[in-house]
């Protein structure tokens, strides 16, 4: 057996004013460590001039203990390697001790019954998930790894590792690194048409905690709030943790229906929103809903959440607008992300927060997980300035637009008559929307089994939709594994 290199050793308690002298305390310790499997076989011990140094004590009283637990066969020396763990302890020796094996029965029937949590938490949990989460065919959300351009990535993050500063390894600010706030500020004025200054740029772990953020700033326990229906399950997580009252508004090809949305809830607090790229649909909000929306919240004092999911894919012609950039009341929290744009375990994101909300939200940020890592925003930030993350967008447009046509047509030809396809004009997914009376459920859960992923369109209503359907992401899965990946989801449709 590999012995297992020295490390650290659970607190070690001497008390010298008992009358049992130090060599037998430390002996009847590592003996019960060994046993109980706080200390593993093979690992090895601090020599007894080390371990007599951290715990002030004299020399002997360790050795003493140490030569003991060796007579004992707890303990073996290598030469030149030190004394370590015996490799192999008698069965009989390695049992848990009586008050331990009560202690773990008595936890046992304990987990028969929940144990109390937090009704927000109850009220979150979603149903079981029927779809594959692997690296396969149709994931959502999976972008085209094997395209990023990793050997710039690892120059950059070489330059700023090899000799970090001390801005890069010391507490960074709650808003995140300056000189990708700025990098931020001049990406979306320009491509996004996004009003703010570098100030206003609050950087985060991913747009999930954008949410998250917004909903703990914005909203109240018992705060209304509209969400698209269907929409986004991340949203509808964050918003629900801060105790808000979900109302599902419905979505159509004109994007959210604002005038069901104020019928429905005329005094919400709040709007999530994805109006670029509705998730999961697909669909762009059109510019006299955009209007609507913006009128009902001048008026009202509520507040807009936008999503700008997906918002650099654009496959169908020119990037819209946000809607950020066309509010005159600072009413709109945009929320974006790299992490799809980039690669997923990047974990970036960032806010564009209204001037007067800045304090709010630093103080929010600050109090949830205090800052991004400052090395890898560092390391963004030339990515952006440099001009490489320009020249990926562009690559990636052009490759998900090859990927998007060519599941649209392998589709066309096999099951042509068994899916609808919908939003397939930006971003990385399609839906296709399945007859009537079959399952989307099912379905997943037959794909999973054969080895591919389709998402469950009524994964993302609160309220089970009239006709299912399956959300296929096309970022991550290549020629080859759409064509096979269509023959797969034809077998799960027509068993």
Not at 32 to 52: K, M, N, W
Request: charged share 20%; with cysteine.
């Amino acid at each position: 057996m590999k012995r297992i290199s020295a490390s650290f050793l659970p607190p070690i308690a001497l008390d010298s004013r008992r009358k049992i002298p130090l060599y037998s305390q430390l002996y009847e310790w590592f003996r019960r460590a060994i046993l109980d499997g706080q200390l593993r076989p093979g690992q090895r011990v601090p020599s007894t001039r080390a371990l007599a140094a951290e715990l002030k004590v004299s020399r002997i009283p360790v050795s003493s203990a140490y030569e003991q637990l060796q007579a004992e066969g707890y303990l073996e020396t290598f030469i030149g390697a030190g004394t370590c763990v015996i490799r192999s302890i008698p069965d009989d020796a390695s049992k848990p001790a009586p008050g331990k094996m009560r202690d773990a029965s008595r936890q046992a029937s304990q987990s028969q019954s929940p144990r109390r949590v937090s009704r927000r938490v109850t009220l979150m949990r979603v149903p079981a998930q029927t779809w594959s989460n692997k690296l396969v065919a149709f994931r959502v959300s999976l972008p085209a790894l094997e395209h990023f351009p990793s050997g710039v990535w690892s120059k950059l993050v070489n330059r700023h590792s090899r000799r970090p500063t001390r801005q890069l390894m010391a507490y960074g600010d709650a808003m995140g690194y300056m000189p990708l706030r700025e990098a931020i500020a001049e990406y979306l004025g320009a491509v996004r048409a996004v009003r703010c200054e570098p100030s206003q740029i609050l950087v985060t772990t991913g747009s999930q905690l954008g949410l998250q953020l917004s909903a703990q700033v914005l909203l109240d326990p018992n705060d209304r709030v509209w969400i698209e229906e269907p929409g986004y399950p991340g949203a509808r997580h964050a918003l629900m943790s801060a105790g808000a009252q979900l109302v599902p508004v419905p979505v159509d090809y004109e994007g959210l229906n604002v005038a069901e949305g104020i019928r429905r809830a005329r005094s919400a607090r709040a709007v999530y929103i994805t109006p670029s790229h509705q998730y999961p649909l697909g669909v762009t909000m059109t510019a006299t809903r955009r209007m609507q929306l913006l009128n009902w919240v001048a008026r009202s004092g509520a507040w807009i959440i936008e999503d700008d999911y997906d918002s650099e894919y654009r496959l169908g012609g020119r990037p819209i607008p946000s809607l950020q950039g066309l509010d005159a009341g600072a009413r709109v929290i945009y929320v974006g992300t790299f992490s799809k744009v980039m690669f997923p375990a990047l974990r970036l994101g960032y806010v564009v927060v209204p001037k007067d909300l800045v304090d709010a939200f630093s103080t929010a940020r600050d109090a949830t997980d205090q800052f991004s890592s400052t090395l890898y925003q560092a390391v963004m930030t030339d990515f952006i300035l440099e001009g490489h993350f320009a020249r990926h967008i562009r690559r990636m447009r052009v490759l998900y637009m090859e990927r998007r046509t060519a599941l649209v047509e392998a589709v066309r030809k096999q099951i042509g008559d068994k899916l609808e396809v919908i939003g397939a004009e930006a971003g990385m997914h399609l839906v296709a929307l399945l007859p009537a009376g079959v399952s989307d459920v099912a379905v997943s859960k037959k794909a999973a089994e054969l080895g591919i992923s389709a998402m469950p369109l009524s994964s993302c209503y609160l309220k089970p939709p009239a006709k299912g359907g399956l959300i296929l992401g096309y970022g991550g899965t290549d020629a080859q594994q759409i064509h096979d990946g269509v023959r797969k989801l034809r077998v799960s449709i027509c068993p």
